[in-house]
């Protein structure tokens, strides 16, 4: 796969992280919520884990291993972000999942996750894939074609350098989009 959904997972925590810690510092405790949300329900669950599932049935070990780990740790870090906010439901989770390896450690004393966002390239182009399916499934909408319907499209009009993206990420792309063929003649 050419791009590192998670790289760009994990720079989204790292973010969001920085983005709730401020709010929380300046009382903006409604925006805190909002950041740990979007992050929890939008960046993990609605695109993370569905981008994750085109590695998770290829034949990639490795990659797959790799899916599972940083998705356990990710889910980690999200009941930490949202423990201030729902601290009796984020606690019982984690007790009764034994993330803290005994069972017997709260999650209130669980430190924020720590590190410094980095953007790079393979984080612009997951970025771009969201995007691009995001637009897909709106124009399918606007046309009202069933979404679970699968399309073929042209790439015919766009630049070299698209075309190029489109072809990389085509596995991608044809799953998550629904489509059927990438014509670029």
């Known amino acids: ?101 005994s069972g017997k450690n709260f999650l209130m004393l669980t430190n924020w996750p720590m590190g410094e966002v980095q953007k790079d390239l393979s984080t612009a182009q997951v970025e771009k894939i969201i995007s691009i399916i995001s637009e897909l499934r709106s124009f399918k909408n606007e046309l009202n074609v069933r979404p679970g319907s699968f399309i073929d499209i042209s790439i015919k009009g766009i630049s070299k350098s698209e075309q190029s993206f489109f072809i990389e990420n085509e596995t991608i792309l044809k799953k998550l989009g629904r489509i059927n063929n990438l014509f670029n003649k």
């Open 1 to 101: 796969f050419k791009i590192n959904i998670n790289k760009w997972i994990y720079s989204k925590l790292l973010e969001t992280k920085d983005k709730t810690e401020k709010n929380l510092k300046d009382y903006r405790f409604d925006e805190a919520a909002k950041n740990a949300y979007q992050f929890a329900w939008h960046s993990y669950c609605d695109w993370y884990l569905e981008l994750s599932k085109t590695i998770l049935f290829s034949d990639d070990e490795s990659a797959k291993n790799e899916v599972r780990q940083v998705s356990a740790y990710i889910f980690k870090q999200i009941l930490i972000l949202l423990h201030p906010f729902i601290p009796f439901i984020t606690e019982e989770i984690w007790l009764k999942n034994k993330f803290d390896n």
